[in-house]
């Protein structure tokens, strides 16, 4: 069955710093994978997705993540972080046509 | 496109009573799933329609919790008998299938069992 670990549950990092939130996946076939992004008190909002092809996705606000088969890592990334990046970031994996699967979440906070 | 609308948004009920959720999906979405999320934690899988066939069952979810999607739009999610440990946000989200297609979540129904 697939799974997500996401590594720090805490992040924090300098307003203008670099992002980097860690994501490993663990699946028996191809994985699908996504970054979801959550606000207080709100549902989830995709922000990007690796189906197939180019390994580097893009995604809104200048978040980036590359999928590498092998270190089964899915990191999510941005250059430069804004005050309003803080929220709760979630991993999440999916096989083919079954369900979707999430980590346990980082929450990223962004210091003045 | 309305969205994923989830009613109500807060529930308050006292241990023993019931309570339903519903959700309705973006239209022509079969697929429609059902979360759980408590704080500090990640959704955690629940339940899986597409259209009105519920494809899996998570072992979260105990014979107190009945999911249904009779004619393939709407769910509703009951639980029968709460308990505190049932306290959480339950979240609904629908796609049009899987296979790598984005799912799209309502914005949740608290719950708390006083």
């Known amino acids: 069955a697939q799974s997500v670990t996401q590594l720090g549950s805490h992040v924090s990092v300098s307003e203008g710093a670099l992002v980097l939130l860690r994501c490993n996946y663990s699946?028996?076939?191809?994985?699908?994978l996504f970054w979801y992004v959550q606000y207080p008190n709100q549902g989830l909002q995709l922000l990007l997705k690796y189906t197939t092809g180019a390994t580097l996705v893009k995604g809104i606000n200048g978040f980036e993540a590359e999928f590498k088969k092998s270190e089964t890592s899915f990191h999510l990334t941005k250059p430069s972080a804004h005050m309003s990046d803080a929220a709760e970031y979630f991993c999440?994996?999916?096989?083919?046509?079954?369900?979707?699967?999430f980590g346990k979440g980082t929450r990223l906070h962004i210091l003045p | 496109d309305t969205g994923v609308s989830q009613d109500p948004r807060h529930k308050i009920t006292k241990r023993g009573q019931n309570v339903t959720f519903r959700c309705d999906p973006i239209?022509?979405?079969?697929?429609l799933y059902w979360y759980r999320q408590t704080l500090g934690q990640g959704p955690e899988f629940l339940t899986y329609f597409q259209n009105e066939a519920q494809l899996e069952k998570s072992r979260l979810l105990s014979d107190r919790f009945s999911a249904e999607r009779p004619k393939g739009s709407f769910s509703t999610l009951e639980i029968q008998r709460t308990e505190q440990g049932d306290s959480a946000m339950y979240l609904c989200?629908?796609?049009?299938?899987?296979?790598?297609?984005?799912?799209?979540f309502g914005e949740g129904s608290w719950l708390t069992v006083v």
């Open positions: 239209s022509e979405h079969n697929r």
């Open positions: 699946s028996s076939v191809p994985p699908y």
């Open positions: 999440a994996v999916s096989e083919g046509d079954d369900k979707i699967i």
């Open positions: 989200a629908s796609s049009p299938d899987n296979g790598g297609n984005t799912i799209y």
